[in-house]
């Protein structure tokens, strides 16, 4: 079974670029709010940067892995 590794990296780079743009839209949204709203967007926030920093790890680990073969 082969897998077309290019094609996945591609796709994680295109989900890094919109989480990047969604983080800095919380980043920009949360400045107009107080309160629970904004420590729920700064929440949503972290999360996202997470999965961004997850994505790259995974981009790692993928090229990483693709090199061994």
């Excluded at 996945?8 to 839209?25: D, K, P």
Aim: net charge positive; glycine share 14%.
């Amino acid at each position: 079974m082969s897998v077309d590794w290019p094609l996945i990296l591609v796709v994680m780079g295109i989900a890094s670029i919109i989480l990047i743009g969604f983080v800095v839209f919380l980043r920009v949204e949360a400045r107009g709010h107080r309160g629970r709203e904004k420590a729920l967007l700064i929440w949503i926030e972290g999360i996202s940067a997470g999965l961004f920093l997850g994505l790259i790890g995974l981009s790692i680990w993928v090229l990483g892995h693709t090199a061994l073969l």
